[in-house]
């Protein structure tokens, strides 16, 4: 877009001597040099977008990209960690209900939208700012498969359960995960929302305290069910917990999968299966101490 639209305005990023615009939700009136003092001091308060031409970006500060998208594959999951994410569909190849926490750029929405051409899919998203920059990275509009709601996920997923078959979680803000979701009733109402067989994926960021409690909340809401596949290029951790009583699965039989999968997919489905099997391994040990 050269011409922001209705409600936006643009400025260059020149001032951080980068090509390219930023655009921001405000009125045409606003103060241009304010504006980029705010950017510059990290008090914006409001989500916006960087673009290069090539690659467009959603931002809660300069210094933290929230999301990104390539403008020649909009629908390509550019960053390694959402590649990661689409491990559920080892044990879930044909999920009927996905449900996503934290839109962001709308990179698994968009993809778990178009490339499951049977699943419905929800996203859930705490803030109206993400929501209003959903045509700025081509979300499609909502539809009888696909349903972006505004809400608190904490409030979201203590109401009655649904019945997911997956759940992905990428809830991040300019702080790192919401203090709310940092709780076990939390992670028991995920699990409440699942389907007898249905998992939780869940994005870590990195090894810090906060981190670990996430993990080791997952794992007592979970009884231990669960699996962790770094992804060093990001330095993310990916969660995968499953529902399922009769996990762990027979790990060979899922060889062949895995090789249909990526044929289909953009992951690594193969190494993603070895490591969750050495890392259930892990977690069977840890839970005989």
């Not at 914006?44 to 290069?52: G, L, R, S, T």
């Not at 080892?90 to 990179?107: A, C, D, E, R």
């Not at 890392?279 to 840890?286: F, G, M, T, V």
Request: hydrophobic share 40%.
């Amino acid at each position: 877009m050269s011409i922001p639209p209705p409600g936006w305005i643009s400025i260059p990023a020149s001032f951080l001597g980068e090509s390219g615009q930023i655009w921001l939700r405000e009125t045409e009136d606003k103060n241009r040099q304010l504006l980029i003092k705010q950017l510059l001091d990290g008090i914006y308060p409001h989500p916006f977008v960087m673009d290069d031409g090539k690659v467009r970006r959603l931002h809660f500060s300069l210094r933290l990209t929230q999301s990104e998208m390539r403008l020649d594959a909009p629908d390509e999951l550019a960053v390694a960690y959402t590649r990661a994410m689409l491990g559920f569909l080892l044990f879930q190849p044909t999920p009927k209900h996905v449900v996503i926490v934290g839109l962001g750029g709308g990179s698994l929405t968009k993809y778990c939208y178009r490339k499951l051409a049977r699943s419905r899919v929800t996203s859930v998203e705490l803030m109206e700012g993400v929501i209003a920059c959903r045509d700025w990275f081509l979300i499609p509009p909502d539809d009888d498969r696909l349903h972006i709601v505004q809400a608190d996920a904490a409030e979201y997923f203590a109401r009655e359960p649904e019945g997911a078959d997956a759940i992905l979680l990428d809830a991040y803000d300019e702080e790192g995960v919401a203090p709310q979701l940092c709780t076990l009733r939390f992670y028991a109402n995920l699990r409440a929302h699942l389907k007898p067989r249905g998992m939780l994926v869940a994005n870590i960021s990195g090894h810090s305290l906060v981190a670990e409690t996430h993990v080791d909340l997952i794992r007592k809401a979970f009884d231990g069910r669960m699996a962790v596949v770094d992804v060093m290029s990001d330095g993310n951790r990916i969660v995968y917990a499953f529902n399922d009583p009769a996990f762990p699965p027979d790990w060979g039989r899922l060889q062949r999968k895995a090789r249909e999968l990526e044929v289909q997919h953009p992951a690594e489905f193969q190494r993603l299966l070895r490591e969750m099997e050495r890392s259930a391994q892990r977690e069977k040990r840890r839970g005989r101490r």
